[in-house]
């Protein structure tokens, strides 16, 4: 066959399994914003159909032959058919790998196991959940097992979500971000905390719906593009760049609560929609990677979102929808409210200096697990045990305690390190763009749009063409490096506290 | 083959190819739920890979050699059987008579037609939706050239929602209305309309919500396998009996127009949640044609929903919800109010004297439009010459003449006339009914769910077993005649108009 030949043929199975992809994440989707809770069994046949048709289409022996083909002949291809065909043949030879009836099962699994989190989180009932997680556990580890033989599963899993991301680096960054942070939480727990008080109280979810589209037209989301939806546990999906999808979860009770969940949201979906238009359709289009996606997400929600230009930014539209719980208060106390650190009980809450210890807890637990030293049953007191020691909070119950995440549920294992290292990586990309534009006088301006374009020029649009690591060093000019982040919170956090 | 065996190939052609029916049907249910604007293009593609799988599998020789070896033995069959390889084969034989391009091409052509339309109505806009519109008539005709060669088009369609039906028997029908309706008509217009200024002003859209989950417990609606969603033009769509969704449209200075909507869907999900347990995953699922399903949505919207009773029993919590608006306001002035007959402009809010009128417009166009005698660029004229030969109403714009529905964007001609003979064949049904329990306490009492449990063990569990007039026939002993429906309107409207 000539190359084209051949190339063609990889545009056929990129758009054809695509097509599979899509309709699979629909289902998804609606099943976590809005699907009737019975709507479980037949979704999970359906999904088996798909995934099994997908599962023949990618371990389709010509597809193979012909990707093989395109590798040897490499020298041949543009870079990004290069890069094409080692991110198809990377994942086509992975799932052949895996026996079609554990690869179908594990779908249905999933499937399963959110709609049981979506009922075992309110109703606090770990037990109902355990053994969804438990055979998640154990599914994700025998499919490690014939995938990357010759890893430890655990690494296996860091390194889906991060080329060439392992246990060892990892323990490298946590204890540099333990030794340069835990003084600074120590002072910081030493001094009087800023006010928070207006921050709850009776904020009403359909003014918190108004709020949020104030906050996509802020950021400058393309609304034809990107909607917002309502679940349990926010997240970001997308089908393309022209159909980006957050949702998010209002507390009557709240205010920062939906709003950063918002902001962090819209930065995974601002990186989405600036994917290259010329990768759409491809394996090239959408993120490079779970931490380069963290890290404009945080990037969005903490260096933006809670500086002191966005407040001031924003506080006088807050104040349009909620003038009684807001009056009085001046950017400056807003912005103080909106950083105060103290330990607490939930991620996705946290404040950005005592955040990477939320990330800690879950990264021992997931090594734990996935050595097989302990049982899930025993989750529950080993996440106390472990918010106790990392950040001295007691645990009252599971749904604020180890139901909280949605992560597992979904099979994530090895995802929540990419929170911790994408907030490292925004620090860094941040003080790149930041020689090259200033970002408080445009954040303070609401020209928020002229970072969404540095950022689209210098790391949205290149998709997947590059490993995670490859492109930090191309957007930054320089290696990863943890300082950026720990300089940045120590310079933040004593400005706050006037330490 | 032996006969198991050939049951065993249609067993698995029905649960792969509902499999991608299920797919399809969320894409296109989040499409007119929630989905960008601009998500329209990829959905496009992947419909167009899903349903080019689809006709390949329902297509397939030796799956069309199996259907034609069962149907030959089918006096060794069980009737479900016979039945379902009747219903399989017709499908199977239709498609196959239709060019795999043509069939692909109408799906897309669907897809972009649904999502014009919905940008098309509010603006006001027919020249944009007018061509989508031209492409749908001239593709529908051409699939009956294909399918029904030697039928009149416009009658092939009419024969695909409701076997047997035609033209002339709609004639006679329609004929029937018009001599016995239009002197109650005239009678009611020279007299005094009851008060319904109440029905109007500020109906927050918040607690319409909160209103809607009163009317859905009110109808008996099992929550956990039935959703609400919002759309521009109300719709119910179901994926087996436990995953069914209605949507509503809230119009936030109007009551009726929201409520009204719940109960009519309300009624097409309580007949597809009713679907036999028995029939679940085959093509013998759901409801029998759009008529029957008609009758049970117009059942509940007007002979449930706006009997006396009803009102009486749904009032006290209307109260509760909005207490300013309905202040000082009785259970017979709101059921007086929300039963005022005056011709109007939108099908959907129209009295129940006046709906048919509607439909007459509509079934006259689609009947030009299919001879080929009218372009569509004249539908707007003609709209509104048959709106005003027909109900005396001028039409102010297209948004309330030829783009208020959403049916011809979806490609359904030969639809409309359901909703009349459904109406027809509730007046028939609830007849029936009422020889054995007493609709009217029940609802008093607030006993839907007696009422839902007779028509289920009498309708609904049938699924698609027989065809609708079979169907009528075995529900109500008798063949249908549509004076049970003239006289129901007439009695009624004596009543409220104290004639």
Same mark, same amino acid.
């Given at each position: 066959?000539?190359?084209?030949?051949?190339?063609?043929?990889?545009?056929?199975?990129?758009?054809?399994? #695509?097509?599979?992809?899509?309709?699979?994440?629909?289902?998804?989707?609606?099943?976590?914003?809005?699907?009737?809770?019975?709507?479980? /069994?037949?979704?999970?046949?359906?999904?088996?159909?798909?995934?099994?048709?997908?599962?023949?289409?990618?371990?389709?022996?010509?597809?193979?032959?012909?990707?093989?083909?395109?590798?040897?002949?490499?020298?041949?291809?543009?870079?990004?058919?290069?890069?094409?065909?080692?991110? *198809?043949?990377?994942?086509?030879?992975?799932?052949?790998?895996?026996?079609?009836?554990?690869?179908?099962?594990?779908?249905?699994?999933?499937?399963?196991?959110?709609?049981? $989190?979506?009922?075992?989180?309110?109703?606090?009932?770990?037990?109902?959940?355990?053994?969804?997680?438990?055979?998640?556990?154990?599914?994700?580890?025998?499919?490690?097992?014939?995938? &990357?033989?010759?890893?430890?599963?655990?690494?296996?899993?860091?390194?889906?979500?991060?080329?060439?991301?392992?246990?060892?680096?990892?323990?490298?960054?946590?204890?540099?971000?333990?030794?340069?942070?835990?003084? !600074?939480?120590?002072?910081?727990?030493?001094?009087?905390?800023?006010? =928070?008080?207006?921050?709850?109280?009776?904020?009403?979810?359909?003014?918190?719906?108004?709020?949020?589209?104030?906050?996509?037209?802020? *950021?400058?989301? &393309?609304?034809?593009?990107?909607?917002?939806?309502?679940?349990?546990?926010?997240?970001?999906?997308?089908?393309?760049?022209?159909?980006?999808?957050?949702?998010?979860?209002?507390?009557? @009770?709240?205010?920062?609560?939906?709003?950063?969940?918002?902001?962090?949201?819209?930065?995974?979906?601002?990186?989405?929609?600036?994917?290259?238009?010329?990768?759409?359709?491809?394996?090239?289009?959408?993120?490079?990677?779970?931490?380069?996606?963290?890290?404009?997400?945080? *990037?969005?929600?903490?260096?933006?979102?809670?500086?002191?230009?966005?407040?001031?930014?924003?506080?006088?539209?807050?104040?349009?929808?909620?003038?009684?719980?807001?009056?009085?208060?001046?950017?400056?106390?807003? $912005?103080? #409210?909106?950083?105060?650190?103290?330990?607490?009980?939930?991620?996705?809450?946290? &404040?950005?200096? /005592?955040?990477?210890?939320?990330?800690?807890?879950?990264?021992?637990?997931?090594?734990?697990?996935?050595?097989?030293?302990?049982?899930?049953?025993?989750?529950?007191?080993?996440?106390?045990?472990?918010?106790?020691?990392?950040?001295?909070?007691?645990?009252?119950?599971?749904?604020?305690?180890?139901?909280? +995440?949605?992560?597992?549920?979904?099979?994530?294992?090895?995802?929540?390190?990419?929170?911790?290292?994408?907030?490292?990586?925004?620090? @860094?990309?941040?003080?790149?763009?930041?020689?090259?534009?200033?970002?408080?006088?445009?954040?303070?301006?609401?020209?928020?749009?002229?970072?969404?374009?540095?950022?689209? =020029?210098?790391? $949205?649009?290149?998709?997947?063409?590059?490993?995670? $690591?490859?492109? !930090?060093?191309?957007?930054?000019?320089?290696?990863? +490096?943890?300082?950026?982040?720990?300089?940045?919170?120590?310079?933040?956090?004593?400005?706050?506290?006037?330490?």
């Amino acid at each position: 066959m000539d190359i084209n030949k051949m190339i063609e043929r990889i545009d056929r199975y990129e758009a054809t399994v #695509g097509a599979y992809y899509h309709a699979m994440g629909v289902l998804g989707y609606d099943a976590a914003t809005v699907a009737p809770e019975k709507s479980v /069994t037949r979704r999970g046949q359906t999904l088996e159909v798909l995934s099994g048709v997908v599962f023949d289409m990618s371990t389709d022996p010509e597809l193979i032959l012909t990707l093989n083909s395109l590798w040897e002949n490499r020298d041949q291809l543009s870079s990004e058919t290069v890069r094409r065909v080692e991110l *198809l043949k990377k994942s086509s030879d992975k799932i052949s790998k895996i026996p079609k009836d554990e690869y179908i099962a594990y779908e249905s699994l999933v499937n399963t196991a959110q709609e049981v $989190w979506h009922r075992a989180k309110p109703a606090n009932d770990f037990e109902m959940f355990a053994p969804c997680l438990e055979k998640l556990v154990e599914s994700s580890i025998r499919i490690y097992g014939y995938t &990357d033989p010759d890893k430890d599963p655990y690494n296996a899993a860091l390194d889906e979500y991060e080329k060439g991301l392992d246990s060892a680096k990892l323990d490298e960054f946590f204890g540099k971000l333990r030794s340069e942070l835990v003084p !600074l939480i120590k002072k910081i727990s030493a001094s009087t905390p800023p006010r =928070e008080d207006f921050l709850f109280g009776d904020y009403p979810v359909e003014l918190q719906r108004k709020f949020s589209d104030r906050l996509m037209s802020a *950021l400058a989301i &393309d609304r034809s593009r990107c909607i917002i939806g309502e679940t349990l546990h926010p997240f970001t999906e997308n089908f393309g760049r022209d159909d980006v999808r957050i949702t998010t979860n209002y507390d009557p @009770q709240s205010l920062a609560s939906s709003m950063y969940s918002v902001i962090h949201e819209g930065g995974h979906a601002l990186y989405e929609l600036g994917s290259g238009e010329d990768l759409e359709g491809t394996v090239l289009a959408g993120g490079a990677a779970m931490s380069i996606h963290e890290s404009q997400s945080r *990037l969005y929600e903490n260096m933006i979102g809670r500086s002191r230009e966005f407040c001031e930014y924003i506080l006088p539209q807050a104040k349009e929808i909620f003038p009684e719980r807001l009056k009085g208060i001046d950017g400056e106390t807003f $912005w103080k #409210g909106v950083n105060l650190s103290r330990p607490s009980l939930i991620r996705t809450e946290a &404040d950005e200096l /005592t955040y990477s210890f939320h990330v800690m807890v879950r990264y021992d637990i997931e090594r734990l697990l996935f050595s097989g030293r302990v049982n899930v049953s025993e989750l529950p007191r080993i996440w106390a045990e472990k918010m106790w020691d990392y950040l001295g909070v007691e645990v009252p119950d599971d749904r604020q305690g180890v139901l909280q +995440d949605s992560h597992w549920s979904g099979g994530a294992f090895g995802y929540f390190p990419s929170y911790a290292l994408g907030s490292a990586y925004a620090a @860094q990309i941040y003080a790149t763009a930041q020689k090259e534009i200033d970002i408080p006088s445009l954040v303070a301006s609401g020209n928020i749009s002229r970072i969404n374009q540095w950022l689209e =020029e210098r790391l $949205w649009r290149f998709g997947r063409m590059y490993d995670p $690591w490859q492109l !930090l060093e191309k957007c930054c000019g320089s290696e990863f +490096d943890p300082s950026f982040y720990t300089d940045y919170l120590k310079n933040k956090f004593s400005k706050i506290y006037s330490l």
